[in-house]
């Protein structure tokens, strides 16, 4: 067994070792060593050689704990590139510096303090065991006094401090509870609408801790639903307001969906229906509409946040359904039936929220060319597609029974009774009631007048 070590580390384990020798004896300038080691780190192999060799991390910590500047910071780096690391037993041989890197968190250099963040975040991704430590040592507290630093870099890295702590398996049983006692969302939301100052990424690391915190199972008391849905609402519109005006969307997508996704989250909750009410609906929309809009051709992903996102806006809330026919928004969602991916099943389940809410709206629904659309959709190949498209016209043609009219002038019988063909059971049934109860017999009406 010890042969096999020493075969599969020979090409790393003696210059790691020279190295290490040369920063325990202190022979020649520590601080080039110290770099020499951060840049050998960078290799996983390089990483396990230099663990396991007698008194390192202790070496390493007294380095990362001396009252040279120079020599605090380049040992930092080297612990930084151990953290990266998914190995548990370089996790474990680097959770010694847990105290350390947390008492650094309320230092004087903000440098110094990111990079013990991102250390303290790396480490927690992985290891249950180190996030246990972290919290028994205080750690909340302390990222929460570095989310309020004044340093945008600093405030970046305690986001992603606290998103690693915020997914973790155990996160809803006492993590995310003693964040919200601190107040986490709250703070969360006055950072997020100070994003001219605070930069996109690090907006970004924020909003991603408040989505992990809206899909938490964490008390709605506690997480100001209402609050989260006013300012996420808030910034997409001056975002999208920002677009509207010539701003570049590179990079927005990043920021746009986590929040997208807390208000879709946060709407998909029973309890928090009446956050509905606190929602500027028409603001919303266009925001919505405008970021569907700019990333179509580059982020089809954001795309489909969107329509999720009007998806649980529309179901069962007349409101939102009008005011997407008021706006006149369904030829622009008519325009992406085309779009595969998902895209155009969810444009489908939109439409059909709206029909559900009576013969008002599918009147609406039909004067904006729907049918037309319909008469397309049924013809593609993904199944998903069809069935919606079926589904929406039995929706049209119950509570608007003088549209098959117009349906048959697009070919709709024939192409219905081309679906009596189809491989998929459910399908042909879907295909067949239709044609009995809303087409054939109105045919044989017309044909005995």
């Known amino acids: 067994m010890e042969t096999q070590f020493h075969t599969w580390t020979s090409s790393f384990y003696k210059p790691v070792l020279q190295m290490f020798k040369a920063i325990q004896q202190g022979t020649g300038d520590r601080t080039s060593a110290l770099r020499c080691l951060q840049k050998a780190l960078k290799n996983c192999e390089a990483r396990k050689s230099f663990i396991r060799m007698e008194n390192s991390m202790q070496v390493l910590l007294g380095l990362f ?4 500047s120079a020599v605090q910071i380049a040992a930092a780096l080297c612990l930084y590139e151990l953290s990266v690391s998914s190995d548990p037993s370089i996790a474990s041989a680097c959770s010694q510096a847990i105290t350390y890197l947390l008492t650094y968190l309320r230092g004087q250099s903000s440098k110094f303090t990111e990079l013990s963040l991102y250390t303290l975040g790396n480490l927690a991704a992985d290891s249950k065991a180190v996030r246990k430590k972290m919290l028994l040592q205080g750690a909340i507290p302390s990222l929460m006094f570095c989310i309020q630093n004044t340093h945008a870099a600093v405030v970046q890295a305690a986001g992603y401090v606290v ?5 973790a398996p155990e996160a809803s049983e006492k993590i995310i509870p003693a964040f919200l006692d601190m107040g986490l969302d709250q703070h969360l939301l006055q950072l997020l609408q100070c994003y001219s100052d605070l930069g996109l990424e690090t907006l970004t690391e924020l909003a991603w801790c408040l989505h992990y915190l809206v899909c938490s199972d964490a008390d709605r008391v506690h997480l100001h639903a209402h609050d989260i849905m006013m300012k996420c609402t808030s910034v997409l519109t001056e975002l999208a307001a920002a677009v509207v005006s010539g701003m570049s969307v590179d990079g927005l997508e990043v920021l746009v969906t986590p929040l997208l996704r807390c208000i879709g989250n946060l709407l998909a909750k029973e309890e928090t229906d009446c956050c509905r009410e606190r929602v500027e609906h028409n603001q919303l929309l266009a925001a919505i509409f405008v970021f569907m809009q700019s990333f179509l051709q580059h982020h089809m992903f954001v795309v489909r ?15 939102f359904c009008s005011d997407v026919l008021h706006l006149n928004l369904v030829p622009a969602l008519l325009q992406l039936l085309v779009y595969t991916g998902g895209v155009n099943a969810l444009v489908l389940t939109v439409l059909c929220n709206i029909a559900e809410q009576g013969h008002a709206y599918c009147l609406q629904l039909i004067k904006t060319e729907t049918l037309p ?3 397309a959709t049924l013809k593609m190949l993904e199944q998903e597609v069809v069935g919606q498209s079926m589904e929406l016209l039995h929706l049209l043609f119950k509570h608007c029974p003088e549209a098959t009219n117009e349906f048959k002038t697009h070919s709709g019988i024939q192409i219905l009774e081309m679906i009596q063909y189809h491989s998929n059971e459910k399908f042909r049934l879907q295909s067949a009631s239709i044609l009995e109860t809303h087409l054939l017999q109105y045919s044989h009406i017309d044909n005995q007048q």
Do not use: H
């Open 65 to 68: 704990t001396c009252n040279q």
């Open 163 to 167: 998103s690693q702590l915020l997914q």
């Open 305 to 319: 946040e969107c329509l999720w996102v009007l998806n649980n806006l529309t179901a069962g809330d007349p409101s």
């Open 373 to 375: 659309a319909l008469s």
